[in-house]
């Protein structure tokens, strides 16, 4: 099993990483993505991953934390994208929940990304929240001209956004959020999201599963995402397994398979 979205370099795991790591393989998590947010953070965030083998990292610089001085280029996106580990680019999006000041901002650094993306051929982790008509505008307008290779994490959209996702082949992440009871709306929308669609993710240290809501969450925890949508897709757990992993290193082609973390 993969935790395919996670914040090592968060200090409450950067802190505990030898644990963390230690609690993922007993768990059985093979591969750990972990999610730059901010290029500051870059360098540090990779020599903690790089430790590990089958630990991966994305680069770029999160919507919520755009503003008028920190603009990301493309030439800075796309040579940061040659590091060996660094297999995606993100997470990228519009949050107008956080953010209210920086809207125009937001966008050239989406639309940034969008082109390291075609230039690197590396795909997108797309965060939206209270944004989800201007992220499909914005994507579309990219569609019509190459296709993109995308990955909605944190999936808690309408049915409008998840054939948007499915119209266009991209992938839909599901985190901790799909066990908690208050989620009904989202596993309604989900339902008919076939497997081959699907990634799973913890978003640690935020947003820990049923049954660890409230604390602190960790990689090892995607185990309990694993569990509950196996049982809601009514999949036995190996095939479920054995599905959303090979969805991983489809989208994440750079990255490369091991048996475990070592």
């Given at each position: ?6 914040h090592?370099?968060?200090k409450?795991l ?7 790591i ?9 591969s ?12 540090e965030h ?6 590990f083998?089958?630990?991966f990292?994305s680069?770029?610089l ?8 920190n ?8 040579l940061?994208?040659d ?6 680019i ?7 929940f ?12 989406f ?5 390291a ?6 795909p997108?982790?797309i965060h939206?929240?209270e944004?989800?008509?201007?992220i499909?505008?914005?994507?579309t ?9 995308i ?5 808690t959209?309408s049915s409008?956004?998840?054939?948007f996702?499915?119209?266009?082949e ?10 908690f009871k ?13 497997l ?5 993710e ?13 604390k ?11 569990e ?22 489809e ?12």
């Amino acid at each position: 099993m993969i935790d395919s979205h996670c914040h090592l370099n968060f200090k409450t795991l950067s802190d505990n990483i030898e644990l963390i790591i230690d609690n993922a393989r007993k768990n059985n998590i093979t591969s750990i993505l972990s999610i730059n947010t901010n290029p500051e953070e870059f360098k540090e965030h990779y020599k903690l991953i790089n430790k590990f083998k089958s630990l991966f990292i994305s680069y770029g610089l999160h919507p919520a934390n755009v503003n008028s001085n920190n603009i990301i280029e493309v030439e800075d996106i796309v040579l940061n994208c040659d590091y060996k580990r660094v297999i995606a680019i993100g997470e990228t999006g519009l949050d107008f929940f956080r953010s209210q000041n920086f809207k125009k901002e937001q966008y050239r650094v989406f639309e940034n990304h969008i082109e390291a993306s075609y230039q690197t051929r590396l795909p997108l982790i797309i965060h939206q929240r209270e944004s989800e008509s201007e992220i499909i505008d914005v994507i579309t307008n990219y569609q019509k001209e190459r296709p993109l290779k995308i990955v909605f994490h944190c999936f808690t959209g309408s049915s409008k956004l998840r054939n948007f996702c499915l119209d266009n082949e991209f992938y839909i992440s599901l985190s901790g959020i799909i066990t908690f009871k208050n989620a009904q709306n989202i596993r309604d929308v989900i339902s008919c999201v076939p497997l081959s669609s699907i990634l799973i993710e913890t978003d640690s240290p935020f947003l820990a599963p049923m049954p660890h809501r409230g604390k602190n969450n960790e990689p090892s925890y995607v185990k309990f995402i694993g569990e509950f949508l196996s049982d809601f897709f009514q999949t036995p757990l190996d095939s479920f397994e054995s599905i959303i992993d090979d969805n991983f290193y489809e989208l994440f082609s750079k990255a490369i398979r091991y048996n475990e973390i070592s």
